[in-house]
């Protein structure tokens, strides 16, 4: 009973040997693969310190810090050109006397906002308001169009155009909302954003020439053929285009 009893212990002090044999082989084999993984950390780091410090990284380094620079200076000058845009207003722009004085005015942000959007002639999509407003531009804005900075009656497309929030209603006959602009600033580049989108990306491939995009995005806005409305409409654009010599503010 007794040689019993000891053989019983001496089987569970193996088994409890082999266990904490096998536990401190678990531990001696995780700090072994953390002393390698160490190593191996230690030996990329040392390869990128020695490329850093060799001619090639520090070439590299200025590039970057340039690239850098550039990308924080560009952002700043968009920042900038984008609040000066928003100081001037539709009430300004109602005091303009003619169409000219219009344009001298608001071209260089069409030019600005129409190159972030690779559009090649801002002034086509600058001389738009005067077709929509009437001969009587800039001096018969609607009151809604100064309320809402929405020179050419944008519609609310429930927050999908930049920018905009919901504003006056529309005629009854049309329907819906036009957007709200908080600066003309805003409405000059949500119209510029507009034709930026994929919808007008066959318009982009049609400026070789001023009459090419003028007709293409003319044939999207209404739709039809030469000798309809969009023809006529295109062509006055054009005429415009050239009386108040806009291919200066081509981009």
Same mark, same amino acid.
């Given at each position: ?21 096998? &536990?401190?082989?678990?531990? *001696? ?168 989108? &994929?919808?007008? *990306? ?6 070789? &020439?001023?009459? *090419? ?39």
């Amino acid at each position: 009973m007794a040689d019993s009893t000891n053989a019983q212990k001496n089987v569970r002090q193996t088994v409890q040997k082999k266990s904490a044999g096998g &536990s401190r082989s678990g531990q *001696d084999r995780k700090k072994v693969e953390q002393r390698k993984r160490r190593r191996k950390w230690n030996r990329t780091r040392r390869k990128i310190l020695r490329f850093l410090y060799s001619p090639m990284g520090k070439i590299l380094g200025v590039l970057l810090l340039i690239l850098l620079l550039v990308c924080v200076i560009g952002g700043v000058r968009r920042v900038s050109f984008d609040i000066k845009a928003g100081k001037i207003t539709a009430a300004e722009l109602k005091q303009c006397k003619d169409k000219q004085e219009y344009l001298d005015a608001v071209m260089p942000i069409y030019k600005e906002y129409c190159k972030r959007f690779h559009i090649k002639y801002p002034g086509i999509l600058a001389l738009q308001v005067f077709h929509e407003v009437g001969s009587g531009f800039p001096q018969e804005l609607s009151d809604v169009a100064i309320a809402d900075n929405n020179l050419g009656g944008l519609k609310y497309g429930g927050g999908g155009i930049p920018r905009s929030t919901l504003g006056a209603p529309c005629p009854e006959d049309e329907g819906g909302n036009y957007c709200h602009f908080k600066t003309v600033g805003d409405y000059f580049y949500a119209q510029c954003w507009q034709v930026g989108q &994929s919808l007008y *990306d066959n318009v982009r491939k049609h400026q070789d &020439s001023v009459e *090419d995009f003028s007709r293409t995005l003319c044939n999207l806005w209404i739709g039809g053929v030469e000798g309809s409305e969009p023809y006529g409409y295109s062509e006055s654009l054009i005429e415009d285009y050239r009386e108040y010599h806009l291919e200066k503010y081509e981009n």
